[in-house]
Nanobody, 128 residues
């Protein structure tokens, strides 16, 4: 059983930066494609960013493109999300997810149901 634990969320002002971390345990981290999703109150879970098993491919949701950067360190079993130029509309609970799908494709990675494991989430609140 893979366990994912997010950290790094908090309350910041618009324009600030944060870095989220997701630490995995209980599995072979490098065998999973990874993703970040977010969910605001009353809204559906939204794809934020995804990264293939060995970081060859990354891609982003349109709303965060150019501001967020996803990365991973397989030696540390950790994935990151660097968030710059934060906006109030980025306020949400951010979740990391691990998927055992072998071939990484953009359309596949954006679908929450494709992922096998999820963290408990970390709250990000951006004030205006």
């Amino acid at each position: 059983q893979v366990r994912l634990v997010e950290s790094g969320g908090g309350l910041v002002q618009a324009g600030d930066s944060l870095r989220l971390s997701c630490v995995a345990s209980g599995g072979t981290f490098g065998s999973f494609a990874m993703g970040w999703f977010r969910q605001a109150p009353g809204k559906e879970r939204e794809f934020v960013a995804g990264i293939s098993r060995y970081s060859a491919t990354t891609h982003y949701g349109d709303s965060v493109k150019g501001r967020f950067t996803i990365s991973r360190d397989n030696a540390k079993n950790t994935m990151y999300l660097r968030m710059n130029s934060l906006k109030p509309e980025d306020t949400a609970v951010y979740y990391c997810a691990a998927g055992s799908f072998g071939y990484y494709s953009r359309t596949y990675a954006e679908v929450p149901s494709r992922y096998d494991y999820w963290g408990q989430g970390t709250q990000v609140t951006v004030s205006s």
